[in-house]
C-alpha cells in the first residue's frame, strides 16, 4: 500500500536555512508490484514514529553507523541514498560526512519525525525526501552509495528491491545492508501485518543480489542484542553486507 495522503505538512514546512531540503512527492511514479506488502509501513511504523528513538534504539543506531565508517569511506561518495531512513537515526550519524543525501521512507510518521529532526541541524548539506524507492523523481539521479538498516527483512519481494537498488547505483556503486541474522519467529509477534523474513541467512540474501548484477565484498556480524517480547527474552544479531554493482 502506498502513501495515499500528500505530504503537504511537509513542504510547507520551515526548515534551518543553510539546509536544501525538499520533499518529492511519489505518488506520480511508478507504483511497483506488490505495494499491498508494505501496508505494515503505514499500519505499525506510522503508529510507533513518535516513541521510535529510544535510548536502545539510538546507542544502536550509533554502533551500526560506526561499522558503516569502518567499511566505507563515505565522505568519498559524491551522491548517497538510504532505503528505510526512518526518523534518521543511522543519517544523524553519518551527515556529517555526506554533502548530497537522499533519505526514503513509506511512513509518513517517520518522515515527520525525521523532518523535525533535520530542521534542527544547521549544516549546509542538499538533502531530498521521498516516501517510494520506486519514485521515477528518484531515477533521475544515480548513486555512489546505498545503504539499508533493519529494512530488508520487512519486506517480501527480495528480488524486486535488488533490482531497483542495481538500476539506482552508478557502475561501482556501493549497496551496503544491515540486518537480521535469523531470530525465533515471535521476534515479530508483536506486529500482526508483518510479512516478511525472521532475519535472513546471508548467503541467500546475496544469492539474491547477485542475480541483480552485485558482487559481495564483505560480510561481518556486528552487533548482538537482546529483545524482551511478552516477558520473553530472544537474543538476535545483525551482519553487515556489503556489495559492489558489477561492471558486467
Known sequence: MLLSRNLQS??????APMYAFQVKQMLGGRRFRGA???KYLINSFDTMAQSFDTDYRIKRARIIAEEINKRINVSDKSNVLEFGCGTGLITTNLIENINNLALVDSSEGMLEQLKAKLSNISV???ITVYNDLFSTDLALYTYDLIYSSMVLHHIKSIGLFAQRFSKLLCQNGTLCIIDLLPVDKDYHINEPDFEGYDGFEPKWLMNQL???GFVQKQYNVIYTGTKEINGKVIEYS???LIATK???
Open 246 to 248: 558489477s561492471n558486467n
Open 124 to 126: 549546509n548539506k542538499q
Open 238 to 240: 545483525l551482519f553487515i
Open 10 to 15: 511537509l513542504r510547507s514546512a520551515s526548515f
Open 36 to 38: 499491498q506488502r508494505n
Open 210 to 212: 547477485e542475480s541483480n
